[in-house]
């Protein structure tokens, strides 16, 4: 098992989360380990195959130094406005969403972010804009190991400067 009941992790496209716990279930005979997982952001519980667990794209917490690096993405203003219709952008933002790749969430959330500045989003857009906000945010707390509010002001000031 790479991860440890107590421990946080990343599950893609729904944040960080605890594992509370490591249960076996039977299904039709045969026996799988699962994790539990309580996702912080809305209390929802997950249960995650063991033997997928990194295949779905569960992950370890970024490292304190990795934190430097989304928030680079973030202030990187040189690429230019996606002209796309919403919908090839809408497919291709929850793609890498998906991914869970912190990387990939900070470019989806500078991208929508630079578009809030330049006009107002639609009711998709900014449900896309608040999911990676949202992601972004938690594990940078976690990272970082500060509070919510702290990152969210942080992030705030980045777009707002």
């Known amino acids: ?60 917490i970024i490292p304190a130094d990795a934190v430097e690096r989304v928030l680079d993405v973030l202030r990187d203003r040189s690429k230019p406005a996606d002209k796309q219709t919403w919908n090839r952008r809408y497919r291709e933002y929850t793609q890498k969403i998906r991914t869970g790749d912190p990387l990939e969430v900070a470019a989806v959330l ?34 970082m190991d500060s509070d919510d509010e702290t990152v969210k002001k942080m992030l705030e000031d980045i777009f707002n400067s």
């Open 1 to 60: 098992m790479d991860f440890e009941v107590g421990q946080k992790a990343v599950f893609p496209a729904h944040g960080v989360g605890v594992i509370r716990s490591v249960t076996s279930m039977d299904f039709d005979g045969e026996e799988a380990s699962f994790y539990e997982i309580k996702i912080l952001n809305d209390g929802s519980t997950i249960f995650q195959n063991v033997e997928r667990a990194l295949a779905e794209g569960m992950r370890h």
């Open 110 to 143: 500078r991208d929508l972010a630079l578009l809030k500045s330049e006009k107002t989003l639609s009711f998709g857009e900014r449900k896309m804009y608040d999911k990676a906000f949202d992601l972004v945010m938690q594990e940078l707390a976690v990272a």
